[in-house]
């Protein structure tokens, strides 16, 4: 790992993961136990995740810069310990000896093997608590791979952050952590450090066009840049063939339940993705992605089941099919219903987006007592502008480039973000 411009070898980490055993059993935490860690790519957080599977406890994930969550996250999966790790990577241990019993958790440990919780991100409003077997989870690694320098722009807690770093474990590759997420610091970091894969999700490229500081920097050590999370803007994934001609752009996708799977793009600049791989199978029914998978999340701590009864999970994706490429709209809950048209809240972001002095923008739909919903956008603006005629011009492209009913018939000029930490946006 390369953190904050320091080398930390395996030789170190394998020391620390042993230091941090012993911490942790000091703190409480032994097999079984349910251990919320909080924190970010750092060499603490990392060893105090391998010493936690070493252990086969029971580790929920979440991000040490969200205080305010953390507490609540500790409830809801039944923690008795928490290790939250702060900005200079510094761990301090909290118990409360609180109660964990629950049947998934029982599964766990009865099989004697470690678990993992993670959450999803509640951008639409209410975090779930995604169970796995820790060991199923990391099956997919035993395979070798690409040795490859790699840095993450998606978080520690998130299952493509988790995905990106036991693939650089399992590799013997080496992690470059940025000091932030800011375009400049991680431009800076792969030009510093020659990162060959930029693990990333379109709401930053979108901010990395913005902010033209590709431009300041020489990105030329890229091999691959890896993008999922949210639907990538065409305007956006243009810009990065662009951008990065000498570099292999590769959707990624992946849920909190089921793992990150195996994908191919059909081009560098297409939107078009084939899914599957090792334990892996993928439908679609009814318009919308099902996928049954050996690592899938033995279930929710706090929620229904959402599989099928033949064992399928359900996505909420809604795709188009074309052979064995697919084609990801957005969330099939998202979707706007306008006098019994449908109007996919991505779609319309990606074309206000191609607006001049649009930074960020989220679409979703108001109840409407005629015509059932009516589209509304807020829209941040990337420079000072009159709101109004911010707003006029955004109606303008919308209306030469949508069908009427997806012109948005409410806009709001916002300073506000409008994605997540986790790179979603925020349309409720």
């Known amino acids: ?112 093997r470690p678990g993992l919780v993670l959450f999803s991100s509640g951008a639409t409003g209410g975090m779930k608590a995604a169970v796995h077997d820790f060991a199923t989870f990391l099956r997919k690694f035993a395979v070798r791979r690409h040795d490859l320098r790699t840095l993450p722009v998606l978080q520690f807690s998130h299952v493509g952050g988790l995905d990106t770093l036991f693939y650089v474990l399992a590799n013997a590759s080496a992690l470059v952590v940025p000091d932030s997420r800011d375009p400049a ?9 020659r990162v060959e894969v930029l693990a990333a999700a379109p709401s930053f490229l979108n901010l990395l066009a913005l ?36 570099a292999v752009l590769l959707q990624k996708y992946g849920t909190t339940e089921t793992g990150t799977l195996w994908s191919r793009s059909r081009a560098s600049d297409s939107p078009w993705v084939r899914l599957g791989g090792d334990g892996y199978a993928c439908r679609v029914v009814d318009g919308a992605l ?46 706007i219903n306008v006098g019994g048209e449908k109007v996919h809240p991505a779609e319309v972001e990606a074309v ?46 919308c209306a030469s480039r949508l069908d009427q009913y997806k012109v948005p018939a409410k806009i709001v000029i916002t300073p506000d973000e409008l994605v997540t930490s986790r790179f979603k946006v925020i349309r409720r």
């Not at 032994?30 to 060499?43: C, D, I, R």
């Not at 957080?45 to 507490?71: E, K, W, Y």
């Not at 800076?188 to 450090?193: C, K, L, T």
């Not at 603006?381 to 303008?396: F, S, T, Y």
């Open 1 to 112: 790992m390369i953190w904050r411009d320091r080398a930390v070898t395996y030789g170190e980490l394998t020391a620390a993961v042993e230091h941090h055993q012993a911490r942790l059993n000091d703190a409480g935490c032994t097999a079984g136990s349910v251990l919320l860690l909080a924190g970010e790519f750092s060499p603490v957080s990392v060893a105090l995740l391998l010493a936690a599977i070493r252990m086969n406890a029971i580790v929920a994930l979440a991000q040490a810069d969200d205080a305010p969550r953390t507490g609540e996250l500790a409830v809801t999966a039944m923690a008795s310990v928490l290790a939250i790790v702060d900005a200079d990577d510094r761990v301090r241990f909290e118990s409360d000896g609180r109660e964990s019993a629950h049947p998934l958790y029982a599964r766990v440990r009865e099989a004697r």
């Open 185 to 193: 610091a991680v431009c800076a970091a792969i030009e510093r450090h």
């Open 211 to 246: 902010t033209k500081a590709a431009a300041r920097h020489d990105l030329g050590s890229l091999v691959y840049i890896t993008y999922g999370a949210e639907v990538m803007p065409p305007r956006t994934l243009r810009w990065c063939a662009e951008t990065f001609p000498h």
């Open 290 to 335: 099902q996928i049954k998978a050996d690592a899938a999340m033995l279930g929710y701590l706090n929620a229904p089941s959402p599989f099928t009864d033949d064992g399928w999970f359900q996505t909420g994706d809604a795709v188009d099919v074309d052979g064995e490429f697919i084609r990801i709209k957005g969330r099939a809950a998202d979707v």
């Open 352 to 397: 206000i987006r191609e607006v001049e002095n649009v930074a960020d923008v989220a679409v979703a739909g108001e109840p409407h007592a005629f015509v059932g919903a009516i589209v509304v956008a807020r829209v941040k603006p990337n420079g000072p502008e009159e709101p109004q005629q911010l707003r006029d011009r955004v109606r303008r492209h």
